[in-house]
């Protein structure tokens, strides 16, 4: 469909400024999408006109959706064009949207500083955003220097200017004091005591603490099938085994001898432990990732080395540990789900756009891009119960991703709310710069440091049409939104935060997963 653009030549050729800028970035490039023009009559800071060097930034939210860099003192109107969000790309914001208030910010080159509490006076136009609308504007500020944090117990409501002296309530309620919770629920400021009540808290583990409180991960447990934690497993575990299947009330479930995994101790159990005693040669690590891989071995002793991930495929993931969580650190591969069934591969645009059912798809249909960035798959292959995800892993839930956010920063409040949340966490997440698209979020000073390595895999529509590769990452979560939505997780080249919505399952977007 035709999408009516147009640009006002004359205005910015008198203007006093040139496209490009220093401090604000809009988050749209090109030509404007549905124009709102904005005309500058005056700005001022402290009764100064604005200098060369100073910008002017239009503002939808903490969205820049237009900007200035002025090349000479402001003596005639400034003209700004703010750009819609663009309807090409639905799982982003770009631009403004409509009926939004219209905000401004002023940098200070000289002072370096950006201004925020502006005294905006509109003498004619529209105050919100308006398809090919537009207002006039007089702009003014006086600096105050003080603590501009809302949440700060010494904030100044007139202050413009953050002169780093905001003090903050510590949880025994003194304004700038250094008492603190710690990881024990403890409030005083003494980190002697911070980890006192960590340990191992299963009675069952051979390291069982019980004064802990806290789990800390540290339990050890006997190998599989050693049922009495010797060391050896011998008859005397045989013994041991057959007691636990005819008296199982008399027990607390004991993991390392169930030895198929199917959370029962009965007779397929012993069975195994028999084989495993008489041929300890069949009994080691199965997992061909491992660095201890064993091919002669039939049985799987849990004693492989590493945590790297094998898919039904036999592709191996890198893996990392943020927080409690154990995820892949690269994008499936896979094309078969877990029980070896396959995974249909669509390639024309017709039939994925028609689809109800799961599939994959390789960015451009291009298999050269599968090493790099995996595979792509819609909403209906991750809620499949045949499992997307190899076994004891599995597509993260919404608030799985949550726990990863909050681990790396964000707050519980910013992590419930949806499009851009959090600070940098977008760029803790991403990986390999040389990949992204120059912009905010790679030129981060967090960039890469969780080792999660988000990559700019681009993403399929609903109609069948590949985008965005290098500019952005997408991520399904198995979590639901109504029966044709999911929600899922967008990381852009141009900011440092994390996107959070929701869309249909028809998209082609990439895929993690987290250790069960």
């Not at 537009?134 to 702009?139: F, H």
């Not at 995994?261 to 195994?272: E, F, G, P, Q, W």
């Amino acid at each position: 469909m035709y999408k009516k653009r147009f640009i006002i030549i004359l205005p910015i050729m008198l203007s006093a400024l040139v496209l490009s800028q220093t401090h604000f970035t809009p988050v749209w490039s090109g030509f404007p999408i549905q124009p709102f023009a904005v005309y500058i009559n005056s700005a001022s800071v402290n009764g100064e006109t604005l200098q060369a060097g100073d910008e002017i930034g239009i503002f939808d939210g903490v969205l820049c959706v237009g900007a200035a860099l002025l090349t000479s003192e402001m003596l005639i109107t400034v003209t700004i064009f703010a750009s819609a969000d663009d309807p090409a790309t639905p799982a982003i914001i770009d631009g403004y949207l409509s009926g939004n208030p219209v905000l401004f910010r002023i940098w200070d080159e000289s002072f370096e500083l950006e201004l925020t509490n502006l005294d905006v006076e509109f003498t004619s136009g529209s105050e919100s955003f308006l398809a090919y609308g537009s207002c006039n504007a007089n702009l003014s500020v006086d600096n105050i220097e003080g603590c501009t944090d809302p949440e700060a117990c010494n904030y100044n409501p007139e202050a413009n200017i953050d002169d780093g002296s905001c003090l903050y309530w510590d949880c025994a309620g003194e304004c700038g004091g250094s008492a603190y919770y710690d990881d024990c629920g403890v409030c005083d400021d003494d980190p002697e005591n911070d980890n006192a009540c960590f340990g191992c808290t299963d009675p069952l583990a051979l390291n069982y603490d019980p004064d802990a409180t806290q789990e800390d991960g540290s339990c050890e447990f006997p190998g599989m099938g050693d049922a009495n934690g010797d060391g050896v497993r011998d008859v005397l575990d045989i013994v041991i085994t057959v007691n636990l299947t005819l008296n199982p009330e008399d027990h607390d479930f004991q993991f390392w001898m169930d030895l198929n995994a199917d959370t029962y101790i009965n007779i397929l159990d012993i069975v195994m432990l028999v084989d495993w005693v008489l041929h300890p040669e069949l009994v080691g690590c199965t997992n061909l990732c491992a660095g201890n891989y064993d091919p002669e071995a039939l049985y799987d002793d849990g004693s492989c080395i590493g945590d790297m991930a094998a898919d039904y495929d036999g592709n191996c993931y890198e893996t990392v540990q943020i927080g409690g969580q154990l995820w892949m650190a690269e994008n499936l591969k896979v094309t078969h789900y877990r029980n070896g069934e396959s995974i249909p591969n669509v390639t024309g645009n017709f039939a994925w756009d028609n689809l109800t059912t799961g599939a994959y798809c390789e960015y451009a249909n291009s298999s050269d891009n599968v090493a790099t960035y995996g595979r792509l798959y819609n909403g209906y292959a991750v809620d499949d119960d045949r499992g997307l995800c190899p076994a004891g892993w599995h597509v993260p839930t919404d608030e799985e991703y949550m726990e990863l956010e909050m681990a790396l920063g964000m707050s519980w409040e910013e992590a419930q709310d949806t499009v851009y949340r959090g600070t940098d966490q977008g760029s803790q997440l991403a990986g390999r710069a040389d990949l992204w698209s120059d912009g905010e979020l790679e030129n981060n000073a967090e960039f890469g440091t969780s080792g999660f390595s988000a990559l700019p895999g681009g993403y399929r529509l609903y109609y069948g049409v590949f985008s965005n590769k290098g500019y952005n990452a997408y991520f399904w979560s198995s979590t639901e939104y109504y029966s044709i939505y999911a929600w899922v997780r967008v990381l852009s080249y141009y900011n440092s935060a994390v996107y959070r919505n929701f869309t249909t399952k028809p998209y082609g977007f990439s895929v993690r997963c987290v250790r069960d």
